[in-house]
């Protein structure tokens, strides 16, 4: 099977796209079915229909890049973040796009509480990180949108002027991609949102860093590859420096890297439309990093810009659900499986 029609949002291909209050598009994806004993797998080719409702902020300003943050539920969460938009006024910079995935809680209510644009997307499948910002980022292109922002939910802006001096440095760099340096919030910031001490991430998959000491440390620093003879990857992308100090020069930079977390994206709006955004059969991991080495393979490389400049982010939300359970599924697995399958011979040519 030929896998790279799968690969791209077919909805990028719509010239004539026009954003209404309600309309849907269907995406063909792909999916692991099983596994052979020669390594080799059977994939599913599923077709997803995404069923989606629009309410745009009365003052958009195409001049501006538009800030997406998809959500399902949790309510006072979105609350905190649009708080902090409001308090560093980022609304006045960026088109905000409340992405709504399926949500039971009324986040509508809350989005338009603040003054930001509303997408609901519903779907049959389940959570597709990839096509909630692909959806947002293709109405953003149709309202003459130059830039896009991939905002997740639990990151949070320090100061105003980082936020600016990273778009700045995007601009003046002619970076297509760009990201920046991320720490661990304060416990003052989590406690709002009753995460205690010790997060259930931190406890699970980072025990040695219990009582507090991972506070306000480095919780993305840039890129960094380890083998992983284990995993359907053969080298796996980790976050670099995780846990250092925010001062520590080999964070505390600017510089060219290999990928970026999907946490924090600036794209060249043109750049992510023509290279297909992000892989729509890439469900809930590895799709950022999959569009920046795309992006390494154009020619253009993504931007790390950590110099005196950072953003919080709560990693915790990302890795439970309200249930306390993993988010590890057969679509988690899938994801491994397929992006191994692209870029394992490659990786080790263009990183390793």
């Not at 569009?291 to 931007?303: A, D, Q, T």
């Not at 491994?336 to 692209?342: A, R, T």
Request: aromatic fraction near 14%; include cysteine.
């Amino acid at each position: 099977m030929d896998l790279k029609p799968f690969f791209s949002c077919t909805l990028f291909e719509d010239i004539n796209f026009v954003p209404k209050p309600k309309f849907t598009i269907s995406q063909s994806e792909l999916r692991v079915k099983s596994s052979l004993n020669n390594q080799k797998y059977l994939f599913d080719k599923i077709e997803v229909e995404y069923r989606c409702e629009w309410i745009s902020k009365h003052d958009w300003k195409k001049n501006l890049p538009a800030i997406i943050i998809p959500i399902r539920d949790n309510v006072e969460l979105l609350k905190f973040t649009g708080a902090n938009f409001k308090e560093h006024r980022l609304d006045e910079i960026g088109n905000i796009i409340v992405v709504d995935d399926r949500s039971e809680e009324n986040i509508k209510e809350v989005a338009l509480e603040y003054d930001f644009s509303y997408l609901r997307v519903d779907n049959d499948k389940g959570f597709n990180f990839s096509m909630l910002n692909n959806i947002a980022a293709k109405v953003a292109h149709s309202l003459g949108c130059s830039e896009i922002v991939c905002w997740n939910s639990d990151l949070w802006c320090v100061d105003r002027e980082y936020f600016i001096e990273l778009l700045k440095r995007h601009k003046e760099s002619n970076s297509m991609i760009s990201g920046s340096k991320l720490l661990y919030p304060p416990l003052a910031m989590s406690k709002v949102l009753s995460a205690g001490e010790d997060t259930q991430n931190i406890k699970a998959h980072f025990s040695h860093m219990s009582g507090g000491k991972w506070r306000e440390t480095v919780q993305f620093g840039g890129d960094r590859w380890v083998r992983s003879p284990d995993s359907p990857i053969m080298v796996s992308p980790l976050h670099y420096m995780r846990f250092a100090k925010a001062t520590d020069s080999r964070v505390n930079c600017d510089r060219g890297a290999s990928f970026l977390t999907g946490a924090l994206h600036v794209w060249n709006l043109d750049f992510f439309i023509l290279a297909g955004g992000f892989n729509p059969s890439l469900s809930k991991n590895f799709q950022d990093v999959d569009l920046c080495l795309r992006s390494l393979e154009k020619g253009s490389c993504p931007m790390y810009f950590g110099k005196d400049i950072y953003f919080y982010h709560d990693e915790s939300f990302n890795f439970y659900n309200n249930s306390q359970e993993e988010k590890y599924d057969q679509q988690l697995y899938s994801d491994h499986v397929l992006f191994g399958k692209i870029w394992n011979d490659k990786i080790v040519r263009m990183v390793w």
